[in-house]
Each structure stands twice: as C-alpha cells, then as structure tokens.
C-alpha cells in the first residue's frame, strides 16, 4: 500500500465526523485568498509610489472675455465644432453602411 492511500485510510474516519453538507474552502482557500491580497496591496503600494513621482501643474485658464457678446461668439462656435463633428460622425456610419 502506498504512503497516499494508507494515509487516505487513516484520515477517512476523521472526514465522516464532519458535516458532509458543509462545504469549507479549506486551506488552499486560504492561501490563494491570502495570495490575492498581498498582490493587491503591492500594487497598490507600487502605484502610490509611481503618483507620487508625478508632478503635475494645472495650466491656469485663459481669462475669458467680459462682455455676453465675447462669450455668446465663444460658445456659437463652439456649437459649430460639434455639429462639424456630429456630422462627420453620421457620414462615415453611412459610409460604413453601403
């Protein structure tokens, strides 16, 4: 008899004692779950350290002007970009469909 089977023999009294309707994760449960959260928390260890080393600086706003008349020229044409833009997007789909 080999080491697996006679050890099998020797623990399957042991396993009628337990519950047969409860399923337990075990301790390969444990360990791929403990495995997981170490990756985890490295990365987010690597990360913190990697944002850390960015430094960015926010380009201030140009300074818009202060009259309605300025603001209404800015926001027709920005209006006509996107309709450029939807337009554009319409004649490809039709382009794309024949």
Do not use: C, H, Y
Not at 7 to 12: K, N, P, Q, T, Y
Not at 13 to 21: R, V
Not at 57 to 70: H, I, L, M, T, V
């Amino acid at each position: 008899m080999s080491a697996t089977q006679s050890s099998a023999v020797l623990l399957l009294p042991l396993a009628k004692e337990l519950d047969e309707n409860k399923v337990t994760p075990g301790v390969l449960g444990f360990i791929v779950f403990a495995v997981i959260g170490l990756a985890v928390w490295m990365l987010m260890k690597s990360m913190t350290k990697e944002m850390k080393k960015i430094d960015f600086e926010e380009a201030p706003e140009e300074p818009r002007g202060g009259s309605n008349g300025d603001a209404a020229a800015g926001d027709s044409g920005r209006d006509a970009a996107e309709t450029a833009d939807a337009e554009r997007v319409t004649a490809d789909k039709t382009e794309r469909a024949d």
